[in-house]
């Protein structure tokens, strides 16, 4: 009996002792900032240094550079690497039918002193990861989705805060808030694993930022989906561009920027206004060479909200995960997501998880993504078509050879995408001021979106009989045959006509919150007698216009929230090992 309970001593000591060797692996972290990220990288170092980490934080690419090396000779098995690289990107995807990985190691972040390229970076995070150490790197730049590109099959841990050719927002997210709200050891998990703090991470981009679709937490997966969501996101919106409150009108210096934004037109110095010499031709070719290649990334979109073995695979794993996949896009650990599931309906853009309840709930997911994304190209289609009749009515009203005065055959260059840390915060601001704009227009002419974005749809029948009537979707969907078979997936029926009928009516709503009074002196076009009928029509157009936006901008918040969901699930489904982001500790 003695020599048993010996034994158990022994046993349990020699355990602890393992434990204890474990734990006394190093754990290291190296925040490299931008003094424009504020208080994040602090409160990031604080985190850190309650779980145990000693953190070395410089604003010098330099220091940083030879902090990396030095760990890549030092670090071993059983030790940890934390590296958060809190400055401005750069863009060195200006092709957007260019997806090769090699053009990801061109991207640079800058800091206070000097920059460093990802071709610099990944081979000393491929030596580390080499060595057996647990590396994990979040790049919180702009076009911070190419780190995560370039570390695609990777045996280290890289995340990003928005996708390639992205523009980001500086100190947000902050990584130590969901890191927080992890126990430790953690992991940068998803919404299925026992560590959830990727996930986290990404409800506080996405639920702050809805709008800003190109903005989610990107990890190395190494699955088609994640890659492709890289491209995606910022291609969607570029369906909300052609307006944009006149910001690409302005930057891309349109003639008609001085006619459906005479105010802020006559706001200007003269020398800025004499940059507005580009045809609507001009404009539009600029925005298609966007716009153009998305098609591909939608295409593929198409193909996995149509691919039905595919969807219920990643249906199944979301109907098994569901409470968890929706706490954390509410970055709320503590919301009952059952009792009280429309806690978040007003920030989630009237996105409820009642109605998307289990596998079938994962159907109408992706069938509405189909159907909004829908809106969103019918409604870019609109725009384009209201900016050639504008540029007709506008010729009509002062005469083509007025026109022809102004318009000159060279186009000016443009000033978007800009390099300028400076143009970003001041497109961050203007942003910001668009999206309480439009929620201001809806308060005064008391329009409730989402009601109105599926009206068309809402007194349709909806042929989903295992659905409860007051948890359905208020969209027509295609019936789904029993999940274990090889159904179809839900998709929007009638979608384009759905569409179409969706933006008329947007447009009917909207347009008073929208009227345009065209000066007859600002504009900087010489005229003799205006007729009152021209440009009461010139301003008619101008109305339905600017009156889609609000819809396409809350089609994309929309889509934002389920588009997370979705590619979530089909990530885990297509991912055969897992990510490194969920087996390195952290």
């Known amino acids: 009996m003695k020599r048993s309970i010996l034994a158990v001593l022994l046993a349990g000591f020699f355990t602890l002792l393992a434990v204890q060797v474990d734990a006394a692996g190093l754990k290291k972290a190296l925040i490299i900032y931008h003094n424009d990220w504020g208080g994040t990288p602090a409160a990031l170092k604080t985190e850190l240094q309650s779980r145990g980490y000693t953190v070395s934080m410089t604003d010098s690419a330099t220091s940083g550079l030879n902090a990396l090396t030095s760990f890549s000779n030092l670090l071993a098995s059983g030790d940890r690497l934390v590296v958060y690289l809190a400055g401005h990107g750069s863009n060195p995807r200006w092709n957007r039918s260019d997806t090769s990985k090699g053009t990801a190691a061109s991207h640079f972040i800058e800091f206070n002193t000097g920059t460093l390229y990802v071709s610099q970076l990944a081979p000393l995070f491929e030596k580390i990861a080499g060595n057996g150490a647990s590396l994990t790197v979040i790049d919180g730049s702009c076009n911070g989705g190419e780190s995560v590109l370039y570390g695609m099959g990777k045996s280290y841990c890289v995340m990003a805060t928005t996708g390639v050719y992205s523009p980001s927002l500086t100190g947000f997210p902050a990584p130590s808030d969901a890191i927080g709200k992890d126990s430790t050891p953690a992991a940068f998990g998803m919404w299925w694993a026992s560590h959830k703090s990727a996930s986290w991470l990404n409800g506080q981009i996405v639920l702050a930022l809805p709008e800003r ?188 050879v007025n026109i022809a005065s102004i318009v000159k055959l060279t186009p000016v260059q443009r000033a978007w995408p800009p390099e300028s840390v400076e143009q970003l915060k001041k497109f961050n601001n203007f942003e910001h001021s668009l999206i309480n704009r439009f929620e201001l227009i809806d308060r005064n002419l008391k329009i409730d979106r989402r009601n109105l974005l599926m009206k068309p749809t809402a007194t349709r029948p909806v042929t989903q009989p295992s659905v409860a009537p007051s948890r359905r979707p208020v969209m027509r969907l295609t019936p789904v045959r029993n999940l274990s078979q090889a159904a179809r997936p839900a998709v929007a029926a009638g979608g384009k006509s759905d569409a179409k009928q969706t933006i008329e009516l947007n447009i009917q709503k909207y347009e008073p919150g929208f009227r345009t009074v065209v000066p007859v002196d600002k504009v900087g076009i010489s005229h003799g007698l205006i007729d009152a009928m021209k440009k009461q029509k010139l301003e008619a157009l101008i109305g339905k216009f600017k009156a889609i936006s609000p819809m396409l901008y809350y089609a994309k918040g929309r889509i934002s929230f389920l588009l997370s969901i979705v590619e979530d699930s089909i990530s885990k489904a297509q991912g055969s090992s897992g990510c490194a982001c969920e087996q390195k500790a952290f």
């Open 213 to 400: 679709i190109n903005q989610r937490l990107f990890r190395n997966d190494n699955t088609d989906i994640t890659n492709l969501s890289l491209f995606l996101r910022p291609s969607i919106g570029l369906l909300t561009g052609l307006d944009l409150g006149g910001w690409n009108l302005h930057y891309q210096y349109c003639y008609l920027y001085r006619l459906i934004y005479p105010e802020d037109y006559a706001a200007l110095d003269a020398a800025e206004k004499a940059k507005f010499t580009n045809s609507v031709d001009t404009y539009l070719s600029s925005m298609h060479g966007y716009s153009d290649p998305a098609e591909a990334f939608f295409t593929r979109l198409d193909s996995y909200l149509n691919n039905a073995m595919l969807l219920n695979s990643a249906a199944a794993i979301y109907a098994a995960n569901s409470s968890n996949a929706w706490k954390t896009l509410a970055n709320d650990p503590n919301w009952n997501v059952t009792g009280e599931p429309g806690k978040y309906a007003a920030q989630m853009k009237g996105v409820t998880p009642d109605a998307y309840v289990g596998a079938s709930g994962f159907m109408k997911m992706a069938g509405e993504i189909d159907f909004l994304m829908t809106v969103l190209k019918t409604g870019y289609a609109e725009q384009e078509d209201l900016l050639r009749q504008i540029d007709a009515a506008a010729k009509d009203l002062y005469g083509p």
